[in-house]
């Protein structure tokens, strides 16, 4: 693909060989430019969106890259078992609609304090059980003022949600039952994060460490637990001086 005008690099690539045989609707990506667009529709089983095929074929799950400002991602998968695993770095609009059971959604926003990623728009849609969700948002405070949505209407469902930045809003909504939440937000000038759903018998703990102490939480959830399977919240804020977790 000639990228010249954006100085960018797509690249996608289906591969068969007598040694790696990948599955159906596979795609690999490395991004470099700003100013990208990139939309992806996968309709069927086994999609997955990643980096480098060798490594996944090894069973070494590879993330893509999109590396740049002002890029515009976005993928639309559905069916069972799709996996998506991604690295972005720089400012970026993102909408990711995830719709079947058993998928696996992991990426990051500059983990590694690359070139930062302030003022990014995330919009995040899972619908459907067992999937497992993981996302580790920015480095040393690095992804600041960024709003993320996140939609997750499905049972069984496990998320692991790291942040690390400054004036951002995190929005979620939970339709679940049999879930398990855990949301952990540091920086410097703190976090707004706004949970609301519903469903039973769920997990959910949520730690809030700015250096201002300056974090905001507003929970909104309705459901109960049974005598044998109880639903619990556990809240921790602190200043970043002071670590600690739920049942310490």
């Known amino acids: 693909m000639n990228a010249s005008k954006t100085g960018s690099i797509f690249a996608m690539m289906f591969v068969v060989g007598s040694v790696y045989?990948?599955?159906?609707?596979?795609?690999?990506?490395?991004?470099?430019?700003?100013?990208?667009?990139?939309e992806i529709i996968q309709d069927g089983s086994g999609n997955l969106v990643g980096g480098d095929a060798m490594q996944i074929?090894?069973?070494?799950?590879?993330?893509?890259?999109?590396?740049?400002?002002?890029?515009d991602f976005n993928v639309n998968m559905s069916?069972?078992?799709?996996?998506?695993?991604?690295?972005?770095?720089?400012?970026?609009?993102v909408d990711i609609d995830l719709d079947g059971s058993g998928n696996n959604l992991e990426f990051d926003?500059?983990?590694?304090?690359?070139?930062?990623?302030?003022?990014?728009?995330?919009?995040i849609s899972v619908t459907g059980g067992n999937n497992d969700l993981d996302f580790d948002f920015g480095s040393n405070d690095t992804a600041?003022?960024?709003d993320f949505d996140f939609i997750l209407d499905g049972d069984f469902n496990a998320a692991d949600i790291n942040i690390d930045a400054s004036s951002l809003t995190f929005n979620m909504d939970v339709i679940s039952?049999?879930?398990?939440?855990?949301?952990?937000?540091?920086?410097?000038?703190?976090h707004s994060f706004d949970l609301e759903g519903s469903g039973n018998y769920w997990d959910i703990e949520i730690v809030q460490e700015s250096t201002l102490q300056s974090d905001i939480l507003e929970i909104d959830y309705e459901g109960s637990g049974?005598?044998?399977?109880?639903?619990?919240?556990?809240?921790?804020q602190s200043d970043s001086g002071t670590s600690s977790t739920c049942g310490q």
């Open 226 to 236: 049974t005598s044998n399977s109880n639903a619990t919240i556990c809240i921790h």
């Open 109 to 123: 926003v500059d983990k590694d304090n690359t070139y930062g990623a302030t003022g990014g728009n995330y919009l």
């Open 21 to 38: 045989v990948y599955a159906d609707n596979e795609i690999y990506i490395d991004q470099v430019g700003g100013t990208s667009a990139i």
């Open 79 to 93: 069916g069972s078992t799709n996996k998506l695993f991604g690295s972005i770095y720089g400012t970026s609009t």
């Open 177 to 190: 039952d049999n879930s398990n939440l855990v949301y952990t937000g540091t920086g410097y000038d703190g």
């Open 57 to 71: 074929a090894a069973g070494a799950p590879s993330k893509f890259i999109l590396n740049g400002d002002g890029m």
């Open 144 to 146: 600041n003022d960024t």
